[in-house]
């Protein structure tokens, strides 16, 4: 497994480890649940995964829905910076993998990274064990199982 992967399987099991004390905490005191749940993830990306797979001038695009907390900006920390490398997803070992949505065999065409989620009931759900991927391409979206698929760090194609 490649630094890549190893941060953000990192980023992962923070998510499964503070999940419950993060949704004990905003119920009890907040007022827009989502939206601090927005916050929260997108700053623990930037602090747990971009400030350690980035260089200094180099900024990732947003984690799921990314942050509500600063007005024209997903962006928790540093909001005036613009996105220059996304996160991507391929088949490991270029093996064909079972699309949730369609349940058809595909290859990954190196679809975006939007978030972790797991699937319950037949459903996605975003709560743990978050073992599972939400990929997306323009308007397009595959939810592929996390164990088969690899991370790669690329510069953003406008």
């Not at 979206?141 to 953003?156: A, G, T």
């Amino acid at each position: 497994m490649n630094n890549l992967n190893l941060v953000i399987e990192g980023y992962r099991k923070f998510l499964n480890a503070s999940w419950e004390a993060f949704e004990e905490q905003t119920l009890a005191f907040s007022h827009d649940t989502e939206e601090d749940q927005n916050n929260w993830l997108q700053a623990n990306w930037e602090i747990l995964v971009e400030s350690n797979v980035c260089d200094w001038d180099e900024y990732l695009e947003e984690y799921g829905n990314g942050a509500d907390c600063n007005v024209n900006s997903d962006r928790v920390t540093k909001p005036k910076a613009k996105a220059t490398h996304s996160i991507i997803c391929s088949s490991k070992d270029n093996n064909l993998v079972t699309d949730f949505f369609t349940k058809e065999k595909v290859l990954l065409d190196e679809m975006s990274f939007s978030k972790f989620i797991s699937v319950k009931n037949n459903k996605y759900t975003d709560q743990p064990p978050f073992d599972w991927v939400l990929l997306e391409n323009g308007n397009e979206f595959s939810i592929i199982e996390l164990n088969k698929v690899v991370f790669k760090k690329v510069i953003k194609v406008s």
